[in-house]
């Protein structure tokens, strides 16, 4: 067994405790301190559902991507990863990034024009960024993969 096929086997059990993570956030954690919140601040018990539904959306959107990159591994593992297969997970992993992204700019917006201290909105405004920059680089990546593709193809073509 190769370094390869380790690493891989190794990453996909992280994905999996990843994922189980994930389902624990969605459905207990995010709802439990939203709802523990608005019994706390009952001035701020309109706010239970809608941060929950984003929160919830938000996580689903990375249980896509944590789903697509599991498949990618498997299309590495069976040395298919430069087939047209592997695009609609790469577009699967980029529309969940743009879906998490829009939320999470809309809420940066949202909390920037009810903010009176400027740590959160700081907090936010990095992490839109690191967003925007991590979903430029899978658009560059999916550019690679479709050259490789390609490139793949006329090499077996002349072979």
């Known amino acids: 067994m190769n370094i390869e096929h380790r690493s891989v086997i190794l990453l996909k059990a992280v994905m999996a405790a990843l994922f189980l993570v994930l389902l624990v956030f969605q459905f207990l954690s995010f709802p439990g301190q939203f709802a523990y919140n608005s019994q706390q601040h009952p001035d ?10 984003l929160a919830g959306f938000c996580i689903l959107c990375a249980q896509v991507i944590v789903v697509s990159i599991w498949r990618l591994l498997s299309l590495v593992q069976s040395d ?14 980029i529309w969940a990034i ?7 700019v809309s809420f940066t917006a949202w909390v920037l024009s009810q903010a009176d201290d400027p740590g959160m909105p700081m907090i936010l405004i990095f992490l839109s960024l690191a967003v925007t920059v991590v979903g430029l680089l899978m658009v560059v990546m999916r550019a690679l993969l479709r050259q490789a593709t390609l490139l793949r193809s006329d090499l077996e073509g002349v072979i």
Do not use: C, D, H
């Not at 701020?44 to 539904?53: I, N, S, V």
């Not at 743009?98 to 999470?104: C, D, K, R, S």
């Open 44 to 53: 701020q018990a309109y706010l239970q559902w809608p941060l929950t539904f």
């Open 80 to 93: 298919r990863i430069f087939s047209n297969e592997a695009f609609k997970w790469v577009s699967a992993i």
């Open 98 to 104: 743009a879906g998490g992204w829009t939320v999470l």
